[in-house]
């Protein structure tokens, strides 16, 4: 274990001083950008590492991983962020760990996400995922609504009881005309949260940037980047 702790320290630091560089470099303050490490397919000793090493916002990406985990660390001091693509029929599950929600792109999981929060009693944040490779009315290959919809959605939420709209969410598209491009990706969708502020003041989260492209996330202006890998290292293939 202390051989896990030291490999998680060394990672944290150059990750920090990853970011450090980054905001330094975009003129910007090392407190406007939020780490969240995603702990997807790694244990809840991890986790409890992580904690121990200052790490205060963790993702998942799939219920059945995450539920458990979240109950094992359900004592420590951490914000726990679901970012995956999110089935109505697991909502109930979700909204009894996370705090908030970043993969929200249809109306029908808004209504479940609202339905949940009030029956648990609870305020869950939400962003909108934006989906920068699909057309003004599709939705991408990974998840989100297209540009086109943000607005809608995003009164949805802001409407809806047990739910507060945060902001907006991507991931670097693979096909389209960002494709490659992640900093031009990062910076169309600071364009678009700067759209949504106008009529959501509060809705100043914007996540983006993954191990690869959190440099590029930071100079565009994201509060929070999302790292697995680099802090957690190379995943074990499944099967």
């Given at each position: ?7 998680l ?14 905001c ?21 000793s991890?986790v409890r ?8 916002h963790?993702?998942e990406?799939?219920d059945?991983?995450?539920?458990p ?6 004592d ?9 693509q ?7 599950s ?37 989906a ?5 009315s599709?939705?991408?290959d990974?998840?989100g ?31 389209g ?22 009529a ?7 996540s983006?940037?993954m ?19 680099a ?9």
């Amino acid at each position: 274990m202390t051989d896990r702790k030291d490999e998680l320290a060394g990672n944290l630091a150059k990750v920090e001083e990853r970011i450090a560089r980054a905001c330094a470099a975009a003129g910007r303050k090392r407190e406007e950008v939020t780490l969240i490490v995603v702990t997807k397919t790694y244990p809840a000793s991890d986790v409890r590492i992580l904690s121990q090493l200052g790490v205060r916002h963790v993702a998942e990406n799939k219920d059945q991983d995450a539920a458990p985990k979240a109950a094992t660390c359900s004592d420590l001091s951490l914000s726990w962020h679901f970012v995956g693509q999110l089935q109505t029929n697991k909502v109930r599950s979700v909204v009894g760990y996370a705090d908030f929600v970043q993969s929200v792109d249809r109306a029908r999981l808004v209504t479940a996400l609202s339905k949940e929060a009030v029956r648990a009693g609870r305020e869950v944040g939400c962003l909108v995922q934006v989906a920068l490779d699909a057309g003004d009315s599709a939705r991408g290959d990974r998840g989100g609504v297209a540009p086109g919809g943000i607005r809608e959605l995003a009164d949805l939420v802001a409407g809806s009881p047990g739910l507060r709209l945060d902001g907006l969410m991507t991931v670097a598209p693979l096909t389209g005309e960002y494709a490659g491009r992640q900093r031009a990706a990062f910076e169309r969708l600071m364009d678009l949260s700067t759209d949504l502020r106008r009529a959501h003041p509060a809705a100043n989260m914007v996540s983006a940037g993954m191990s690869a492209d959190l440099e590029e996330a930071v100079a565009a202006g994201a509060t929070h980047v999302r790292v697995g890998t680099a802090v957690l290292g190379v995943r074990p293939r499944l099967g």
